[in-house]
């Protein structure tokens, strides 16, 4: 079975900062995808980035990008010039083909003016 | 793009009475559908997975009887929560995948409270 781990349940930052947010997660598959989802206080799902694991280059989408360790199983999401709207919980997200997702306990974040 | 809508946003039944939320597809076919349950400030827990046409899969621990499950179609799927109790009160997160691509799209979820 896969697991997901989130080790920090807060974290906070100033505007125009920047902060990593971490993510290990564990499996014996060779195939597979990570997923970092935006949950703001609407609480609609909202993806940030993804990564396949084939892949050796890490994913940047603007100001978001991860460091993805495969062989340490570690998949971080940094976070550059923080923004009062990046304010959410950000859950961590394994995915194989055969479709079903494992959730970490997500990380609550804070930006603050 | 790929938008999935639930309906209702939010709903109060009483006791023992039972609830029926849609999940729907707008702009394409799903393949599969998925239902989570998620509790204040906790993760997203897997409920079932659906395939249209076909018995939906329960993860261990989530009784089938309760929480139904019906994947009429590639673009619709309902949880019906029966006889609700004041423990079912929680929000339930659909998601559906299109082909067979690995990206999820959610739903923007039902709040379901029970008196």
């Known amino acids: 079975a896969q697991t997901v781990t989130q080790s920090q349940p807060e974290m906070s930052v100033q505007e125009a900062e920047t902060v990593t947010l971490s993510c290990t997660y564990d499996t014996s598959e060779n195939n597979y995808y990570l997923f970092w989802y935006k949950q703001p206080p609407s609480r609609q799902m909202i993806l940030v980035i993804r990564?396949?694991?084939?892949?050796?280059q890490n994913a940047t989408e603007n100001r978001f990008s991860v460091n993805f360790q495969k062989a340490a199983k570690s998949f971080s999401l940094k976070i550059s010039d923080s923004q009062l709207g990046d304010t959410a919980m950000y859950f961590c997200?394994?995915?194989?083909?055969?479709?079903?997702?494992?959730f970490g306990d997500g990380t609550t974040l804070t930006v603050k003016p | 793009g790929a938008v999935v809508s639930q309906h209702p946003s939010w709903v109060i039944c009483k006791s023992g009475t039972s609830v029926k939320i849609e999940c729907r597809s707008l702009?394409?076919?799903?393949?599969?559908m998925f239902w989570y349950r998620q509790f204040p400030k906790q993760s997203l827990m897997l409920m079932a997975t659906s395939n249209e046409g076909s018995k939906a899969t329960y993860e261990q621990g989530v009784e089938k009887d309760k929480f139904l499950i019906n994947h009429a179609s590639l673009t619709l799927s309902t949880l019906t929560v029966t006889s609700a109790h004041p423990e079912d009160s929680s929000f339930y997160i659909c998601?559906?995948?299109?082909?067979?691509?690995?990206?999820?799209?959610f739903g923007p979820g039902t709040r379901l409270t029970v008196t």
């Open positions: 998601s559906a995948t299109k082909g067979f691509t690995y990206e999820q799209y």
């Open positions: 702009d394409f076919q799903a393949t599969t």
């Open positions: 990564q396949e694991a084939y892949k050796q």
């Open positions: 997200a394994f995915r194989t083909n055969a479709g079903k997702s494992t």
